[in-house]
């Protein structure tokens, strides 16, 4: 199958550029550099080492025996797009070039701007061009679950059955965004679905959950073909971000109570589950939703795993609770469905200790280069606009 992946230079991007390969796919891909832009802005660099996509490019020839097809763009310049998709003919596009950060998106109101505006625009532009020059491709779009927020009731997969006043339907379920980035995604939800209502495209939009992990085994020993792996306040996800502390020495940072659940799944398992949905199209006017995590977790739970670990190998480490920079319940029911994607085939592949343990093994690799930006570690991005220093809570 020939598969786009727009965002193709990111921590999911390039991960699953590999992982499809190695399964006789043809992929290609487009970028314009923006993560390593915005991880840059924040004060801070990948832990692993990331080359010029050329040295990127050269490794995966050597080691995969083919060619990634490349092109430097943004979904923000149409004509661009329109151009690639002529060119690649894609069946599969995976829509992965999207700011992805929370505490970006709450800055100020120039990056809250900016994330609407990347995200909602780049959507629209591809939606289009789909339309236009691939009508019959599968487009499967990076969500996410926090669309949904922490509703008090169960979380279907995308749709649920509604009666009101004597009535039924069957109607997309509620999102309740908590940050600008996550109602990005849910403008992005409402468009694609449109889409494909209006146009007969076919889409599976990803509610993803936290992915965490330094590596898939396609990458095997060479160090160029890592994935970034981003530690900071805004592009750091929780485990990863536990597991550099713990590398360096740093207390373990679970926000205000730290009890937030939320669905995690390794970054092996999010190119599984993407995979999936890639080689597993919906018809066409389909806008199918799956909801991928492997298992829900209490965020203070997960950093006392990270503890465990940690001290398995070696490491001396605490656990420090900060006071909570966001607006979110940190005491909440949590239970969303995650059906579909275990009906075709998916299997998690590792016990999440046993893929922590790989974790801070790889990177006490790189410790060094965490300790060079360990201030970018504490958050100061407040979800009321402001800028300040958050604090260790007693006790």
């Known amino acids: 199958m020939r598969v786009l992946i727009c965002g193709v230079d990111g921590y ?3 991960s699953l550029a590999q992982y499809l390969v190695a399964r006789d796919h043809d992929v290609s891909g487009c970028d314009n550099y923006s993560r390593r832009d915005w991880v840059a802005e924040m004060g801070s660099q990948s832990a692993t ?3 010029r996509m050329t040295e990127r490019l ?3 020839r050597e080691n995969h025996g083919r060619n990634l097809m490349y092109r430097r763009g943004s979904t923000l310049d149409y004509n661009f797009l329109w151009n690639i998709l002529r060119e690649f003919e894609p069946e599969a596009i995976v829509h992965l070039a999207e700011q992805p950060s929370a505490p970006y998106s709450m800055i100020d109101v120039q990056h809250a701007t900016y994330t609407q505006n990347n995200n909602i625009i780049g959507t629209l ?5 789909m339309k236009e ?3 019959e491709a599968h487009l499967v779009k990076l969500g996410t679950m926090g669309e949904y927020g922490t509703p008090n009731i169960d979380i279907p997969e995308g749709y649920f059955e509604i009666e009101y006043r004597g009535r039924k339907d069957h109607l997309p ?3 309740q965004a908590g940050s600008w980035y996550h109602q990005s995604k849910v403008h992005d939800s409402n468009n694609v679905m449109m889409a494909c209502r209006v146009w007969g495209l076919r889409s599976t939009d990803i509610m993803q959950g936290v992915v965490f992990g330094t590596r898939i085994n396609e990458m095997g020993e060479d160090e160029r073909l890592l994935s970034r ?3 900071d306040q805004c592009f750091g996800t929780a485990i990863n971000r536990f597991c550099s502390m713990a590398v360096i020495g740093h207390p373990l940072t679970p926000y205000g109570k730290g009890h937030q659940k939320r669905g995690f799944l390794p970054l092996r398992d999010s190119v599984q589950c993407l995979t999936i949905a890639v080689e597993n199209p919906p018809e066409a006017g389909e806008c199918r939703v799956f909801n991928q995590f492997e ?6 739970e997960l950093a006392w795993k990270v503890k465990r670990v940690a001290e398995k190998l070696g490491l001396s480490v605490e656990v420090r609770h900060t006071e909570n920079p966001r607006a979110e319940l940190e005491e909440h029911y949590y239970k969303p469905d995650h059906k579909h994607l275990l009906d075709l085939g998916y299997k998690p592949s590792h016990e999440m200790e046993a893929e922590m343990e790989i974790m801070i093994k790889d990177l006490m690799k790189y410790r060094n280069r965490i300790l060079a930006r360990a201030d970018v570690l504490i958050p100061n991005v407040q979800w009321d606009g402001s800028r300040r220093k958050v604090h260790f809570l007693k006790g």
């Open 12 to 14: 999911l991007g390039w």
């Open 49 to 51: 080492p990331i080359g």
């Open 58 to 60: 050269e490794a995966f």
């Open 125 to 129: 532009n591809l939606l289009y061009g």
């Open 133 to 135: 020059v691939c009508p």
């Open 173 to 175: 379920f509620p999102r």
């Open 229 to 231: 792996f981003d530690f």
């Open 295 to 300: 298992k829900v977790y209490d965020i203070t």
